[in-house]
């Protein structure tokens, strides 16, 4: 019986919040833009991705769905740091490509997988800059990072 009562508690907590994530990346609330960086990183603490591509804000009370139309996060930049390039998001969040934070490439996309399933759109600027330092690897095009090559194509014959 306990068991069945704390499924129960659980599923009714699960609520709408309202809130978007669009895929320039930005956040809104019931169609508002937030306007407030404190509040969206504060709620990026929260976000999660489940194995379904559903986002949740999760907290200890509380289990709201979000919806988002591409990715949690978008990339601001991208640089070499020596050997490594690193990735900045939208929430002000630093990722160096690595086995860690892995770049995959999806329907011609590249994203970098990040922390509780989630991921960061690498902006189409930033992904010129990756072509810019792409390689070529066998019939491969990617970058190195992390002493890693990640594939951004095939490469031309």
Excluded at 11 to 19: R, V
Excluded at 23 to 51: C, N, Y
Excluded at 111 to 126: C, F, G, Q, W
């Amino acid at each position: 019986m306990k068991d069945h009562v704390t499924k129960d508690i659980k599923k009714s907590a699960e609520e709408e919040f309202e809130i978007k994530i669009l895929r320039d990346g930005t956040w809104l609330h019931q169609g508002s833009p937030i306007k407030r960086m404190a509040l969206v990183k504060l709620f990026a603490t929260v976000l999660s991705k489940d194995e379904d591509g559903q986002h949740w804000l999760k907290t200890p009370v509380e289990k709201g769905r979000i919806d988002v139309e591409d990715s949690a996060y978008v990339s601001t930049s991208v640089k070499r740091d020596g050997s490594d390039i690193r990735v900045t998001s939208n929430i002000d969040k630093s990722y160096k490509i690595s086995k860690e934070f892995p770049l995959i490439v999806r329907d011609a996309v590249p994203y970098l997988e990040v922390e509780k399933n989630l991921e960061v759109r690498i902006a189409r600027t930033h992904y010129y800059d990756l072509v810019k330092w792409a390689e070529k690897n066998k019939d491969e095009i990617g970058i190195k990072s992390d002493g890693l090559f990640f594939r951004l194509g095939k490469a031309e014959a």
